[in-house]
């Protein structure tokens, strides 16, 4: 009998055959973290466990520096907010003004909706959660905390929460934040494997002996305040006790005639990026760091739609069969 040829025919011969499964086990889900209640007082820097909004000179009678400044004679008397995860005095993102001051430090201080002062001491939330500051005579009904207090609307001295009718109030929250994650085809196909040339998976499993489309599409997105990374876990390509080589940790060109099996991606829209050495337009796959991670992005909210491209080569030698592949991907949000 005369001996097949190595690129097999798929229905007389048993085809050298890659079958991607992609599993995933989160398609879709809100996470809603809950941290408590927003907490203020006044204490030594030294003591505060969590976020300095501002610093004073005093308990009463004082005058207020930024929390980025370090005069010593304030140090005994800074207002430290906790309860909330992810709790920041940055003015950006989700943000309130706590006071305006007339400097950096040494300054008198003013309430937000005033314009003389142009230092603003903030309150910053975590990403999808929520922040407000009023000032209220008498109590801080309706607001988590008191901050403090203050001796006018401006040009004003301040203090902790007895020491003046004026108390600055302020509520935040972490609120909810949530991971989005979704595939557009977990089953994809190289058709038959030649060893004169590349075959590119496609969505109908045919394959290509082109590289110009997307195997399928990875759709990402979270409001996690520490953005998502997507990793890859599975094996190469098997056929009993076959296995086409995995291109490794190292990015390649394609070697007709050579095994190889390998992927890579490509961001068709959004904010997110590749990972390295996905990201190149050659191929990977890097079995031995499996989970390894292919992906991530930042928790703004925005869907990123990774394009995702396979390769397969085989060489004069490799094994008849009908070669599989389960590849699992899953995206994990930093809250």
Not at 108 to 136: F, K, L, M, R, T
Request: proline residues 2%; aromatic residues 8%; hydrophobic residues 40%.
């Amino acid at each position: 009998m005369a001996p097949l040829p190595r690129h097999f025919n798929a229905i007389q011969r048993g085809a050298v055959w890659f079958l991607a499964t992609v599993l995933f086990f989160i398609l879709s889900f809100v996470h809603v973290a809950y941290a408590g209640t927003l907490s203020c007082s006044v204490t030594t820097a030294a003591a505060c466990t969590g976020t300095v909004i501002y610093r004073m000179s005093g308990v009463a009678n004082a005058h207020a520096e930024l929390p980025s400044q370090s005069t010593a004679a304030y140090a005994s008397n800074v207002v430290c907010c906790t309860g909330v995860t992810g709790l920041g005095n940055a003015c950006s993102g989700t943000f309130a003004t706590a006071l305006k001051l007339s400097g950096v430090t040494n300054a008198h201080s003013e309430q937000n909706s005033q314009a003389n002062y142009v230092n603003n001491a903030c309150i910053q939330a975590p990403s999808g959660g929520s922040v407000s500051i009023g000032y209220q005579a008498t109590n801080c009904t309706g607001f988590d905390t008191t901050l403090g207090s203050m001796s006018a609307a401006t040009n004003a001295h301040v203090g902790d929460g007895t020491a003046y009718a004026t108390k600055i109030c302020g509520t935040a929250a972490e609120g909810s934040q949530s991971l989005t994650f979704s595939i557009s085809d977990n089953t994809i196909g190289f058709g038959t494997l030649v060893s004169s040339g590349a075959r590119y998976a496609t969505g109908d499993t045919l394959g290509s002996a082109s590289d110009t489309a997307d195997a399928h599409t990875i759709s990402v997105a979270t409001s996690a305040s520490s953005g998502y990374t997507m990793t890859l876990n599975g094996a190469t390509l098997t056929s009993g006790a076959n296995t086409i080589n995995a291109i490794g940790a190292t990015a390649a060109a394609s070697s007709a005639g050579t095994e190889q099996f390998g992927a890579r991606l490509i961001v068709n829209s959004g904010t997110g990026s590749a990972t390295s050495p996905y990201a190149s337009t050659n191929w990977a796959l890097d079995t031995g760091a499996f989970p390894d991670q292919v992906a991530s992005g930042a928790g703004d909210g925005v869907t990123t739609v990774f394009g995702v491209r396979y390769i397969g080569n085989i060489s004069a030698s490799t094994e008849n069969g009908s070669y599989s592949a389960t590849l699992t991907y899953v995206a994990t949000a930093t809250f």
